[in-house]
Nanobody, 114 residues
Framework: QVQLVESGGGLVQAGGSLRLSCAGP????????MGWYRQAPGKQRELVAS???????NYADSVKGRFTISKDNAKNTVYLQMNNLNLEDTAVYYC????????WGQGTQVTVSL
């Protein structure tokens, strides 16, 4: 089973920035579409950002203009740059394929405070 490892989360003040990383085996770059998901307490997991192998991008309305997904093929890593964070961004963040057919990693906690 493919093992994905998310990192880069932490505690940040509203308006701040974080960059999340998702490391996986090279196979993830042969997958048509990869994305970042998040799950806030008491809510369902949602897709917030996605990118395809051919370079198309999509973002949830709630993060559009603030989050950017990217990848580094040489490092087998997918990133999520998050700027101008707000309280509603507090969640555990995961990466996975779209649809999510890979095993879920442990995720990385992002907590935004006032």
């Amino acid at each position: 089973q493919v093992q994905l490892v998310e990192s880069g989360g932490g505690l940040v003040q509203a308006g701040g920035s974080l960059r999340l990383s998702c490391a996986g085996p090279g196979i993830i770059f042969r997958i048509d579409s990869m994305g970042w998901y998040r799950q806030a307490p008491g809510k369902q997991r949602e897709l917030v950002a996605s990118m395809t192998r051919i370079g198309t991008f999509n973002y949830a309305d709630s993060v559009k203009g603030r989050f950017t997904i990217s990848k580094d093929n040489a490092k087998n890593t997918v990133y999520l740059q998050m700027n101008n964070l707000n309280l509603e961004d507090t969640a555990v963040y995961y990466c996975n394929s779209i649809p999510p057919t890979l095993g879920w990693g442990q995720g990385t906690q992002v907590t935004v405070s006032l």
